[in-house]
T-cell receptor, first 111, second 113 residues
Framework: AQRVTQPEKLLSVFKGAPVELKCNYSYSGSPELFWYVQYSRQRLQLLLRHISRESIKGFTADLNKGETSFHLKKPFAQEEDSAMYYCALSAIYNQGGKLIFGQGTELSVKP | ETGVTQSPTHLIKTRGQQVTLRCSSQSGHNTVSWYQQALGQGPQFIFQYYREEENGRGNFPPRFSGLQFPNYSSELNVNALELDDSALYLC????????????FGPGTRLTVL
């Protein structure tokens, strides 16, 4: 079965603390993983795509095929990082790609 | 570059009615995907259109249907509305098929009473 699991609904940290948002996936093919973020009253927007291997806003994510994980990390959280974070898997479907989302983790960064 | 737009922003309907939601894709994008996001959940794939043809469908009943027009804008139609159809409906556009990055619109909030 194709599935994305984000085990934490809410993660609360203090400003300057390290952050790790967990994402595990189940997919039989070659996975392509994304992190999307939704700030308050804004649209869902792409944060990271694993093939890009970029660091965006200080966030990084490494695909671990052995553990089927794609955890999102940031060494020092900022208050402006408070948002909903969704991990998504792009699944090949009828030659197209559909996104399978996790349930999301709300990150709250306290001053 | 124009981003993905959706209309209307909010909509209230009653059970049994029909609704049409609209989406304009980002400039240059020829693929549109629709997702349903219930409260507290991640978005769920409804279907995808590529060059005016349905290219894939998620686990949604036939009363959810769609169209894509020659300018790549799209409509989502839902017939015989049920209370459980209350959700945020998201449209995402991308360039081509496969796993290209999808860019999302702001969504249409549908409430079914």
């Amino acid at each position: 079965a194709q599935r994305v699991t984000q085990p934490e609904k809410l993660l609360s940290v203090f400003k300057g603390a390290p952050v790790e948002l967990k994402c595990n996936y189940s997919y039989s093919g070659s996975p392509e993983l994304f992190w999307y973020v939704q700030y308050s009253r804004q649209r869902l927007q792409l944060l990271l795509r694993h093939i890009s291997r970029e660091s965006i806003k200080g966030f990084t994510a490494d695909l671990n095929k052995g553990e089927t994980s794609f955890h999102l990390k940031k060494p020092f959280a900022q208050e402006e990082d408070s948002a909903m974070y969704y991990c998504a898997l792009s699944a090949i479907y009828n030659q197209g790609g559909k996104l399978i989302f996790g349930q999301g983790t709300e990150l709250s960064v306290k001053p | 570059e124009t981003g993905v737009t959706q209309s209307p922003t909010h909509l209230i309907k009653t059970r049994g009615q029909q609704v049409t939601l609209r989406c304009s894709s980002q400039s240059g994008h020829n693929t549109v995907s629709w997702y349903q996001q219930a409260l507290g959940q991640g978005p769920q794939f409804i279907f995808q259109y590529y060059r005016e043809e349905e290219n894939g469908r998620g686990n949604f009943p036939p009363r959810f249907s769609g169209l894509q027009f020659p300018n790549y804008s799209s409509e989502l139609n839902v017939n015989a509305l049920e209370l459980d159809d209350s959700a945020l409906y998201l449209c995402a556009s991308s360039l081509g098929l496969l796993r290209n990055t999808q860019y999302f619109g702001p969504g249409t909030r549908l409430t079914v009473l």
